[in-house]
Structure formats: C-alpha cells, structure tokens
C-alpha cells in the first residue's frame, strides 16, 4: 500500500537527480539522507527537530551518535549512519588527496593543508613519496597533548624502507601560538635527516602549520640546506 508521504520523497529524489543539491535547502538534504534510514517516518518533521538541536547542517553533522539519539525519533541505526557520513567525507577527500602531484611547493601546501586542517592536538603527517615526489604512502602520528607529538624516527624509517620511498616529506600543526620550529622540532627534524640520509634517502621538506592556517617551510627558509650541509660535514 503507498504511504503518504511516497509522493513528496520521489519528488525530491528526481529533483536530485535533475538538480543536484546546490538548490536544496538544509532541511530537504537531511530529509533524502534520513529516508534511506526511515522507510516509513515522517523525515521532514525531524530533519527539522535535528536542525533546531544543532543549529546547523555542519552541526547535525558533526554530532556524535550519542546527541542525535538525544533527539526523539532519531533511532541508534540512523544515528550511526548520520555520524557517519562526516567520516565518510573525511575518507574521500584524504583519498583523493592521494592524487595530487607533490612537485611543486604550491601542490604541497594545499595537500598538507587538507590533511592538518582539522587537526585539535598535535599531528605529524610522514609522506613517502618516489624519485618523482608521486605520493606513495603516508603514516600519520597523533598526539593526545596540544604541543607535542612523540615519534621514534625509526617508524619512519621502517615505512620508508617498506614502501620503496625514495624521499620523505613531513607535515605537522602548532595547535596553539606560532608555526615557526620549536628546539625540539629542529632536533627531531636534524636526526630524521641524518637517520634518512644513512640509508640514502632523502627528507625533502618539513612543514608546520598553526590554526591561523600559516606556516614556517624548512626547505623555503634554507634549514633543509643548512642540514645537509652539517650531515656532509660529519661524513
């Protein structure tokens, strides 16, 4: 027997098709989501409770299951799949990140700045990539402290080693305060160099971002050179 709300749902979804969503008010977006989950529910009435709750799409969405079960007629199987669909996103955009060329300084930044961009404590990206800078693999280090992130070089070098890298390019934030290199960051980055450079690897750059979306380029401002000048020194 058809329901009654059969009629508004197909609507929506050939409009979809025909449109997309850019003409889509919030609410009508929540409603297609909510009607893969809810067959037979009214989701207008709740895409719009939801919204009420959270103020926003972006805060519906960035909702844990637990505060969406706090909203009545929101189910455990439909929170679950509407927390999801944040991390969902996440996974494609990183995915395809990984297409990126890394040749230029430009494609870099905005790799790295895809990457740190949501980032609440600090994170150290490690990028291997081959003798053309075309990404191979990458590791990422969290830290559960807002200015410091502990990483044994060798990990890097294991993955290096592991993936046939030819090359290492390293990214991570300042969650507070400035993006200029710390001690500890000129020492971390000094005996990665070093460690990389024995078994004829290359770190290439190191970069570090703040919240204000700024950064400090080992490699811009000449400390990648001073390294390696230091390491032939030694050798």
């Known amino acids: 027997m058809a329901h009654e709300n059969d009629g508004h749902r197909a609507r929506l979804r050939e409009r979809m098709i025909r449109e997309g969503l850019s003409s889509f008010q919030d609410h009508e977006v929540l409603e297609l989501l909510l009607f893969q989950y809810l067959p037979r ?3 207008n009435k709740l895409a719009h409770k939801l919204l009420d709750k959270f103020g926003t799409f972006a805060g519906v969405l960035n909702a844990s299951p637990e ?3 706090t909203v009545d007629g929101v189910s455990e199987v439909t929170a679950c799949n509407l927390a999801m669909l944040k991390e969902v ?3 494609y955009r ?3 990140l990984n297409r990126i060329s890394l040749s230029g300084f430009g494609s870099i930044v905005q790799y790295a700045q895809g990457l740190i961009s949501e980032s609440y ?3 150290l990206i490690a990028v291997y990539v081959d003798s053309a800078t075309r990404y191979i693999y990458r590791d990422v280090f969290v830290s559960d402290s807002t200015d410091a992130v502990n990483i044994d070089t060798k990990q890097i070098l294991a ?5 046939g890298a030819a090359g290492v390019i390293l990214f991570h934030c300042h969650v507070t305060g400035t993006c200029r290199p710390s001690a500890a960051d000129i020492h971390f980055t000094e005996k990665l160099y070093h460690a990389l450079a024995s078994i004829n690897l290359v770190l290439l750059e190191h970069i570090i971002f703040n919240s204000a979306n700024d950064y400090y380029s080992f490699f811009l401002n000449g400390d990648i050179e001073t390294i390696q000048n230091k390491y032939k020194n030694l050798n």
């Open 41 to 43: 529910k009214d989701t």
């Open 67 to 69: 505060q969406l079960m």
């Open 89 to 91: 996103w996440r996974r």
């Open 94 to 96: 990183q995915s395809d």
């Open 121 to 123: 404590t600090e994170r």
């Open 159 to 163: 993955s290096a080693m592991r993936t």
